[in-house]
């Protein structure tokens, strides 16, 4: 087995090479994202997502990972929310309950993806709207730059009702605390949104 150590950050030319170009071709990428969002679909995501009864994520692969990452985010925002990466006919019991007042939202749409195909086609097909993410976006979407999508449709939506994301904290907090044996005061949702509020008070129109 190789040991790493510490200096090797620096002395080691192919992987200072490897982390210099990986954070700089993914921090250009989320740059980018602000110029390639397609924003009437992005309107047409926050409204579905903030009138569904229940939000069901979808993602194949490490795309699943992403999908059950919003899930949480949702969850934790007051939306009803579950999620599934899942493949071969398992999937059939995660698609069953999608129904009319629903939102199927794909993290990934991959080339070749049966799955994938099939679970838009049965949301499609029992009324729910569908979001695929990565339709979100002209051009690529690389994976950080996802991750900061998801997060900006979890934002959006503490934005646009902000009573319910203001009560899932204290419901959240209230359930930890109770676990845990000890009070917890955990408001993540909460100083995201003032965040972004006093930050758009700073920056010029």
């Given at each position: 087995?190789?040991?790493?150590?510490?200096?090797?950050?620096?002395?080691?030319?192919?992987?200072?090479?490897?982390?210099?170009?990986?954070?700089?071709?993914?921090?250009?990428?989320?740059?980018?994202?602000?110029?390639?969002?397609?924003?009437?679909?992005?309107?047409?995501?926050?409204?579905?997502?903030?009138?569904?009864?229940?939000?069901?994520?979808?993602?194949?692969?490490?795309?699943?990972?992403?999908?059950?990452?919003?899930?949480?985010?949702?969850?934790?925002?007051?939306?009803?929310?579950?999620s599934s990466n899942m493949t071969g006919v398992r999937l059939a019991?995660?698609?069953?309950?999608?129904?009319?007042?629903?939102?199927?939202?794909?993290?990934?749409?991959?080339?070749?993806?049966?799955?994938?195909?099939?679970?838009?086609?049965?949301?499609?097909?029992?009324?729910?709207?569908?979001?695929?993410?990565?339709?979100?976006?002209?051009?690529?979407?690389?994976?950080?730059?996802?991750?900061?999508?998801?997060?900006?449709?979890?934002?959006?939506?503490?934005?646009?009702?902000?009573p319910r994301m203001e009560a899932a904290s204290i419901q959240l907090?209230?359930?930890?605390?109770?676990?845990?044996?000890?009070?917890?005061?955990?408001?993540?949702?909460?100083?995201?949104?003032?965040?972004?509020?006093?930050?758009?008070?700073?920056?010029?129109?």
């Amino acid at each position: 087995m190789t040991t790493i150590k510490a200096s090797d950050l620096t002395s080691n030319a192919d992987l200072a090479a490897v982390i210099d170009f990986t954070i700089a071709s993914e921090a250009d990428s989320v740059i980018a994202l602000h110029q390639s969002l397609r924003k009437d679909l992005l309107l047409g995501a926050f409204e579905a997502l903030n009138a569904a009864h229940h939000v069901y994520c979808q993602g194949i692969g490490t795309s699943g990972s992403m999908a059950e990452y919003m899930a949480i985010r949702l969850v934790r925002r007051g939306r009803p929310a579950s999620s599934s990466n899942m493949t071969g006919v398992r999937l059939a019991d995660f698609l069953m309950p999608i129904g009319e007042n629903d939102v199927l939202l794909v993290t990934s749409r991959a080339e070749d993806h049966r799955e994938i195909d099939v679970a838009l086609a049965h949301a499609k097909s029992r009324g729910a709207r569908t979001i695929v993410v990565t339709d979100l976006v002209s051009g690529v979407l690389t994976r950080s730059a996802n991750l900061v999508l998801l997060d900006l449709l979890v934002a959006g939506l503490s934005a646009i009702d902000r009573p319910r994301m203001e009560a899932a904290s204290i419901q959240l907090n209230e359930l930890r605390a109770a676990i845990s044996g000890r009070r917890m005061d955990l408001d993540g949702a909460q100083r995201d949104l003032k965040s972004a509020l006093a930050w758009q008070m700073t920056t010029p129109a």
